[in-house]
């Protein structure tokens, strides 16, 4: 059962800040949220991640609500090469081999 | 992308043949794992190795077998193929359990006629 629920497709313009929600409402004290995203035939590329504080790296920023329930990824001027499939997901971290799992993410589409 | 290369990038083969597929990399992260991607499912896992020789299942691991002799390939076998396994295939590396960050392979395209 996917840990994540995330609209199956959104529109952007050039230029503006793409926001992609995710709800993760099931989410344990102990689990990270990720995002990667997939352009066209290419492998995922790993974006961000954060446990319940915001972060901001060179390519996003991610906001977490303070519930932890849900959050969004911000592109803060999309570009055309922005345009992908997104991926929310949650897990921990621990020893052992821990996996990531994908569900069908958020068709972004820049727009011109 | 750098450190991971998987091999070959397409491949049709026959049902019923088995098929290889390989994942190297050359950045001695100790986790690899193989997927497989197909219209409406995503990215789903197929086996994982998490050391040399240590490998274990994922959701989707009937029909394949994997194997790790040493850290930097790790290969998924086909025994028989079968049309249903006709998809694309990625790899990925994992440097330790405490690492966010997956680096994934480019994939390999495998059509089963």
């Known amino acids: 059962d996917a840990k994540t629920t995330q609209p199956p497709s959104m529109d952007c313009a050039e230029g503006r800040a793409a926001n992609l929600p995710c709800n993760h409402s099931?989410?344990?004290?102990?689990?990270?949220v990720y995002w990667y995203r997939q352009i066209h035939s290419q492998g995922p590329q790993y974006i961000i991640h954060?446990?319940?504080n915001n972060e901001t790296n060179e390519m996003a920023s991610l906001i977490i609500t303070e519930d932890r329930k849900s959050s969004t990824l911000i592109l803060p001027h999309a570009t055309l090469r922005d345009t992908a499939v997104y991926y929310c997901?949650?897990?921990?971290?621990?020893?052992?081999?821990?996996?990531?799992?994908f569900g069908k993410g958020t068709k972004l589409s820049v727009i011109p | 992308d750098a450190g991971i290369t998987q091999s070959p990038r397409h491949k049709v083969t026959e049902t019923g043949t088995p098929v290889t597929l390989r994942c190297h990399q050359t950045?001695?992260?100790?986790?690899m794992y193989w997927y497989r991607q197909d219209p409406g499912h995503g990215l789903r896992l197929i086996h994982y190795?998490?050391?040399?020789?240590?490998?274990d299942k994922g959701e989707v691991s009937d029909g394949y077998s994997v194997s790790r002799s040493k850290t930097e390939d790790f290969l998924l076998t086909l025994e028989s193929a079968t049309s249903s396994q006709t998809s694309v295939y990625f790899c990925?590396?994992?440097?330790?359990?405490?690492?966010?960050?997956?680096?994934f392979g480019s994939g390999t395209r495998l059509t089963v006629v």
């Open positions: 190795s998490y050391g040399v020789k240590d490998t």
């Open positions: 950045e001695n992260h100790r986790y």
């Open positions: 099931t989410i344990s004290g102990n689990e990270y």
């Open positions: 997901i949650v897990g921990g971290l621990g020893a052992g081999s821990y996996q990531l799992t």
């Open positions: 990925a590396i994992r440097p330790s359990e405490r690492n966010y960050g997956y680096t």
């Open positions: 954060g446990l319940k």
